[in-house]
């Protein structure tokens, strides 16, 4: 995110109040900015930070954030349950870029209007939204950012069988 430090001061205040009226809420940005191109690809990241791939495994498992793992099979043994909504990830780092990637974790629906995927980086046309993120994104710039940092190196469709049987 490209922001001053009144921004960030904002961030700051806005934080301390959804943790006054949700609790250690996990609340995200409040007004993301993204510019999808050829409606395929977002290829501008949304921090200047690059995306920590060990964060961003944290990201995907942390039930409260991504709960990737509840419609996706990902090479993460020691997480038991692992959905089937979604297609198994091993190898996406392969099969896409991280602008693609940015576009199907920002808003998957650009790509498919039917996705059951939840649009993580999107506070408008939303239905269903958890009690404490309305107005907010599910999950904020960086983490964006580290889950796809995370998914590019997933290179590996190996591990995807041995998984399946766990
Ligand atoms: C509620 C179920 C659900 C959740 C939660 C979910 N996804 Fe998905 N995801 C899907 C479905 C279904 C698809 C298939 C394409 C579509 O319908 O949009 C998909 C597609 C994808 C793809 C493209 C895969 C391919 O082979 O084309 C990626 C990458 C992806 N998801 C990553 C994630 C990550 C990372 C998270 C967590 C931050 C996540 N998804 C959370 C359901 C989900």
Redesign the pocket.
């Known amino acids: 995110m490209r922001a001053g430090p009144a921004a960030a001061l904002f961030g700051a205040a806005a934080l301390v109040a959804a943790a006054a009226t949700t609790g250690p809420a996990t609340a995200g940005d409040s007004a993301p900015e993204y510019t999808v191109v050829d409606g395929y690809t977002i290829p501008e990241p949304l921090t200047e930070t690059p995306g920590d791939p060990v964060m961003g495994r944290k990201?995907?498992i942390n039930r409260k954030l991504?709960?990737?793992l509840?419609?996706?099979q990902m090479p993460i043994p020691e997480e038991q349950f692992h959905g089937e909504?979604?297609?198994a990830?091993y190898g996406?780092g392969d099969?896409?870029d991280a602008g693609e990637?940015r576009l199907?974790?920002v808003d998957?629906k650009v790509?498919?209007p039917y996705?059951?995927?939840?649009a993580?980086y999107k506070t408008e046309g939303l239905h269903r939204v958890r009690t404490g993120f309305e107005g907010k994104t599910i999950?904020n710039a960086q983490q964006v950012e580290d889950?796809i940092a995370y998914?590019m190196t997933l290179k590996d469709t190996s591990g995807a069988r041995a998984a399946a049987d766990n």
């Not at 996705?115 to 939840?118: R, T």
């Open positions: 990201w995907v991504g709960n990737c509840s419609c996706h909504t979604g297609p990830l996406v099969l896409y990637l199907r974790m998957p790509l498919n996705s059951m995927m939840p993580f999950l889950i998914l």
